[in-house]
């Protein structure tokens, strides 16, 4: 079907009323959290609402995201919108990358060139993350509904018989989704975790340990109850009330990047500002921000619990289609400290026989946000797993 471009653009009055919320911030008392040990300190986060206010400039982020194809579709009733990267190689294959929370499209744009030597490359916002607005008509949004509506997407919208598939967080496990369910229309996937597809599935769907006792150990204790730091609140709200705090995160822009901020000083692997610039935050909040969206990214958490996820056979390995799997050391389990012992890990592990896995790398440097920690390794670990898989066109 032929396509009208989309370009981006967020209006005057959406702006301007961005930096009057933003001049009457009333922040916390927040005594003795320079070390951010009680959370996002209130002295970080007041620099960065202040830049925010009268320094970010949207527009010059906006021109750099407009350099590349927007559209906007309608898939089976959903509004969708995507960025695209044509394909500069021979006969490049269409690959579809999928992001996560608290992603934009935009924690993509590091690896869309390098890709796009081999790759049509196709960069959806998920359903309700930003572009093209708050999700309506669709309460019951979660991973396996979205992996349906990217296979429609890639089939029947953009009329490919065959593609590639790719994603980290959610984007993962929609990725693992689509090499389930559709794997004869793949030439194969790469993900960036080894989640199981009922990972949300159960009444403890929130608790990381599944209500099981901590380790004795105590060199695996204190990792998993680092890891659970890191991830609880994250999970246990979204799961469990995060309707209540979207109330919060639609009124206040400082409330909604002191949530995001949080969790993306605290996924990535070094300093938060080594890893984003202010401008790189402000960039992704302000995505967040003039779309009212975050509402509907929260319920992502809940739905996948709620509507919990079903075979769509009984097969093994669970997800067919060949993957590759790429790990950081910063996210190893308790007991795994080295890049080698991740690997081998996986591979003895239960979940080898879950994956039809062709290729599974890890790497020392990077965080949760790997596609933009350290490009270069997804891109060569993405291109080993289809050079493996659909032949050795690259």
Request: aromatic share 12%; charged share 20%.
């Amino acid at each position: 079907m032929t396509l009208e471009p989309t370009p981006i653009h967020v209006s005057d009055e959406v702006l301007d009323d961005l930096r009057a919320r933003l001049a009457v911030t009333r922040p916390p008392l927040d005594e003795g959290n320079e070390d951010w040990s009680y959370g996002v300190p209130a002295s970080y986060l007041g620099e960065l609402v202040a830049y925010w206010r009268d320094g970010f400039d949207w527009r010059r982020a906006e021109a750099a995201i407009n350099a590349y194809e927007h559209y906007e579709v309608t898939v089976a009733g959903v509004p969708v919108h995507f960025m695209r990267n044509p394909g500069r190689g021979r006969d490049p294959v269409p690959l579809i990358l999928t992001h996560g929370w608290p992603w934009t499209f935009w924690h993509w744009s590091k690896v869309v060139d390098p890709l796009a030597d081999d790759f049509d490359v196709i960069v959806p916002s998920l359903p309700g993350f930003g572009f093209p607005g708050p999700l309506t008509g669709f309460p019951d949004v979660n991973f396996w509904k979205v992996a349906d509506l990217w296979h429609t997407l890639m089939t029947e919208t953009l009329g490919h018989e065959k593609y590639a598939a790719a994603g980290c967080d959610i984007g993962g496990i929609v990725t693992s989704q689509l090499g389930h369910k559709y794997a004869d229309s793949l030439y194969g996937i790469h993900i960036g975790s080894g989640l199981p597809l009922d990972f949300f599935t159960g009444d403890r769907a929130w608790d990381l340990t599944r209500g099981r006792a901590l380790p004795e150990d105590p060199d695996l204790r204190a990792r998993a109850i680092e890891l659970d730091h890191r991830f609880a609140t994250h999970l246990n709200v979204h799961v469990l009330d995060g309707a209540t705090l979207a109330h919060g995160l639609s009124d206040s822009p400082a409330g909604l990047l002191a949530w995001l901020l949080e969790r993306w000083n605290a996924w990535s692997d070094g300093d938060l500002e080594s890893v984003f610039t202010r401008d790189d935050l402000l960039t992704h909040a302000t995505i967040y921000w003039a779309t009212n969206s975050i509402g509907t990214s929260l319920r992502y958490y809940a739905n996948a619990n709620r509507y919990p996820w079903t075979p769509a056979h009984d097969r093994v390995p669970v997800v067919e289609a060949p993957v590759g799997l790429t790990f950081v050391t910063y996210e190893n389990p308790p007991g795994v400290h080295t890049a080698s012992q991740r690997v081998e890990a996986f591979k003895s592990g239960p979940m080898a026989g879950y994956f039809n896995h062709v290729n599974v790398n890890a790497h020392e440097r990077g965080g949760h946000f790997i596609p933009w920690e350290n490009p270069e390794a997804w891109v060569s670990d993405l291109r080993r797993t289809f050079s493996r898989s659909a032949g050795p066109r690259w």
